[in-house]
């Protein structure tokens, strides 16, 4: 089967690596793919929102599958661009069209659609510039600190946690009045704070049927003990070791069958991955996020822990047939360590060349922020490889990413130390 995956991270790295197990693959291509995809398959420079180019590359190269990486394709239409197009629409694509991918692409439809499928999630209420002063007098109303979302996508750091009550209504105002975050920021959501533990949950639908992939848990703070930027994902563990079977039971319970189920019931068709961003408070889980893909670097613990075969899998998941499909799952744990540029997630420097990623033994090295320059492999992200480990527990997987990572070297290299440290 020929094979287009879109997108450049770690995650489509390691959906490479998984692909390229199958005896299925005849041909893998990656658009536009990274250093590491370039040694699995052969990577195609395009813009995933590049619809016609994307078009271009499945008809010449008789692509038989595609499936997207990132949200952005997603949000902006990619699959509907596939279905109203005759030369196309047999194709299948693994990702959710326009419509559903509002439940990564706007915070209010998520929450609308969580509200009416009575899913557990944090009270809020949207605001927009003309309802600027509403907002203010809601923020009064709650306990600091106060959780501010931009409605739209921006780049993962829409969602502010404040402290003080002047400072939530100063950035209000920043949002709404001044855009802080351009067209994102024209609506806010301003939500409960939820205090408690977070992991997430991966789903993968047919639109009818589902099957849960691996939980995980990631570490988004560039700092160690959880402090500092946020980041995309510094490192990440499967399965998470307090999800125990009650807790797994209540998630798919009270959040997976109601949000496979309310998609359903309002007509949506839902084809790919759903990544379930969920906090526990007192033991009970609470929707913070819904994605419309797979999580970076979750995917670098959650793909080495299927077992099945992955063209079959995605297959299966075209053909409306999972709910007949085995999933097997390796009872180990994985754990991923992000290694960053230095000053990632500001500004940083590209280009440094990468050592020693050929040395690394009984870990797998996936991918991230890398490209080919005079046949070196260089840096050319803030996120630049993640080293994945298995292990009996995390804390062997971990050992073992650590020793390896002290294989490889680039100019201001920087990783944290503590994954898993809360656990
Ligand atoms: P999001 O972009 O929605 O994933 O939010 C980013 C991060 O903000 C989450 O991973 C949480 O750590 C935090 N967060 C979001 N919503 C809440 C909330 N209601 N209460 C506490 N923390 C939250
Ligand atoms: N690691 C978080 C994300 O992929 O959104």
């Not at 079959?312 to 290694?339: P, W, Y």
Request: with cysteine; charged share 25%; net charge negative.
């Amino acid at each position: 089967m020929n094979i287009l995956i879109l997108g450049s991270g770690g995650r489509e790295c390691a959906f490479a690596w998984k692909f390229a197990q199958s005896e299925k693959i005849e041909k893998l291509l990656i658009a536009p793919g990274n250093a590491g995809t370039a040694k699995i398959g052969e990577n195609i420079l395009l813009n995933v929102n590049d619809f016609e180019a994307i078009k271009n590359v499945v008809l010449k190269n008789n692509i038989q599958m595609v499936v997207v990486g990132p949200e952005d394709p997603l949000v902006n239409g990619v699959h509907d661009f596939f279905l109203n197009d005759n030369s196309l629409k047999h194709i299948p694509v693994i990702g959710p069209q326009k419509y559903a991918a509002q439940l990564e692409g706007s915070k209010e439809f998520a929450k609308e659609f969580m509200i009416r499928h009575e899913i557990p999630t944090a009270k809020y209420e949207s605001f927009t510039k003309e309802t600027l002063e509403n907002g203010f007098k809601f923020l009064e109303k709650l306990e600091p600190p106060y959780v501010l979302k931009a409605d739209g996508l921006a780049a993962g750091k829409g969602v502010l946690i404040l402290n003080d009550l002047k400072d939530a209504k100063n950035e209000l105002e920043e949002m709404l009045a001044n855009e802080k975050f351009g067209e994102a920021s024209t609506k806010v959501v301003i939500e409960e704070f939820l205090d408690g533990i977070e992991m997430s949950s991966f789903v993968l639908t047919d639109g009818d049927n589902y099957v849960i992939l691996p939980n995980a848990k990631d570490y988004k703070r560039i700092g160690e003990g959880d402090k500092g930027l946020n980041t995309g994902g510094m490192g990440a563990i499967s399965p998470v070791p307090f999800a125990d079977e009650i807790l797994l039971e209540k998630i798919e319970e009270r959040v997976i069958k109601p949000t496979i189920d309310g998609l359903k019931k309002d007509g949506i068709p839902y084809v790919g991955f759903i990544f379930i961003g969920l906090i526990m408070v007192e033991n009970e889980p609470l929707v913070i996020e819904y994605n419309v893909r797979m999580g970076d670097p979750e995917t670098e613990v959650v793909i080495p822990r299927i077992k099945s075969d992955f063209v079959e899998l995605l297959n299966a998941t075209a053909n409306r047939k999972l709910g007949e499909f085995n999933l097997k799952i390796d009872n180990r744990s994985a754990t991923t360590v992000m290694l960053v540029s230095g000053g990632y997630p500001e500004n940083y420097e590209k280009g440094k060349e990468i050592f020693g990623i050929e040395d690394v033994e009984d870990s797998v090295v996936f991918q991230a922020g890398t490209s080919i320059a005079n046949d070196k492999i260089v840096t050319n992200g803030g996120r630049v490889l993640a080293v994945t480990s298995y292990g009996d527990n995390f804390h062997e997987a971990l050992k073992l990413s650590y020793k390896n990572i002290g294989k490889i070297k680039f100019d201001k290299m920087n990783y944290r130390s503590d994954i898993g440290f809360d656990l």
